[in-house]
């Protein structure tokens, strides 16, 4: 379960990310964070990783002061999240199968965990028969798919995926979404961050909606009207 409690992040007097935001996510749930560039959707992802820091408030992650944390226990919270962003963020030298293993890699993993998850998450996200491709030889829709198969690799208990789609046509949109709300079936948590209405609307699942650092709305199958 995520708590922010009374959470405020403020860059300057003319500058207020968050104000006063009181938010819980539990366990398995999917909740989309929405609302116009600039509502602070970006900035309570990167708090709950960590990345910024409050101004005011508290985060908890399964009762576990989040905020509080030191430096050197932050590696071990951040292992049970995975990352998605906009830009795919892959590495241009590596195959898909290379990229997905990295993260595994970068975890520690040994050879033979590598050699056995790999593949079924290749699967898993229909792109088995690509893993000999670079990045560039990947349509857009493909390179989000990888980036989820590299969030999804390492088990995380809760998958960020900030304007995940945003790059992407519809098609390759509905794709991506398709698979997010698959890896939620299987038990993950994922807090899926949008501005797009028809995205969010398609889903039928919690909407929390944010408007200049507030939370204005949070209904259990709500809907985003721009």
């Known amino acids: 379960m995520i708590l922010f409690d009374k959470v405020s992040?403020?860059?300057?007097?003319?500058?207020v990310a968050l104000k006063n935001v009181t938010l819980k996510i539990n366990s398995k749930e999917f909740v989309s964070v929405v609302g116009s560039s600039g509502a602070g959707k970006s900035t309570l992802l990167k708090l709950l990783m960590r990345e910024e820091e409050p101004t005011k408030g508290k985060i908890f992650l399964d009762g576990v002061e989040v905020t509080a944390m030191r430096k050197n226990q932050l590696h071990h919270m951040r292992r049970r999240i995975g990352t998605i962003f906009q830009d795919?963020?892959?590495?241009?030298?590596?195959?898909?199968?290379?990229?997905?293993?990295?993260?595994m890699e970068a975890a520690g993993r040994h050879d033979e965990e590598i050699a056995e998850d790999v593949p079924q998450v290749l699967e898993i996200i229909g792109l088995a028969g690509k893993k000999d491709s670079f990045p560039h030889q990947l349509s857009g829709g493909e390179k989000q798919r990888v980036a989820v198969a590299?969030?999804?690799?390492?088990?995380?208990?809760?998958?960020?995926?900030?304007?995940?789609?945003?790059?992407?046509?519809?098609?390759?949109?509905?794709?991506?979404?398709?698979?997010?709300?698959?890896?939620?079936?299987?038990?993950?948590?994922?807090i899926l961050s949008s501005h797009d209405a028809n995205v969010i609307n398609s889903i039928g699942r919690r909407v929390v909606v944010l408007e200049k650092g507030e939370v204005i709305s949070d209904e259990e199958k709500g809907k985003y009207i721009v």
């Open 88 to 103: 795919y963020k892959l590495l241009p030298a590596k195959t898909v199968y290379e990229n997905v293993a990295f993260a």
């Open 150 to 190: 590299r969030a999804l690799i390492n088990r995380p208990d809760i998958i960020l995926a900030d304007e995940p789609t945003g790059n992407l046509d519809p098609v390759n949109t509905k794709e991506v979404i398709k698979l997010l709300l698959k890896i939620n079936d299987l038990g993950t948590t994922v």
């Open 9 to 15: 992040k403020i860059y300057s007097k003319d500058s």
